[in-house]
């Protein structure tokens, strides 16, 4: 695993709440808003699966 992967992943475990819910995920609307470690929403489940794909595919190539 390479030092990118290995980031990636770190980040990507962080980011995941007890229980399994991913956290730091802003709230979706026109313009930015405050968004904390425990913010969580339904769009940010389809990029962290992106996230995860694009990882399998480099760790596989």
Request: hydrophobic share 40%; aromatic share 4%.
């Amino acid at each position: 695993m390479n030092t990118t992967t290995r980031t990636i992943r770190a980040a990507a475990l962080a980011a995941t709440l007890v229980g399994g819910r991913m956290g730091g995920i802003p709230q979706t609307g026109p313009e930015p808003a405050y968004c904390g470690p425990s913010s969580s929403y339904n769009d940010g489940v389809g990029a962290f699966m992106l996230a995860g794909a694009e990882l399998k595919r480099m760790v596989t190539e």
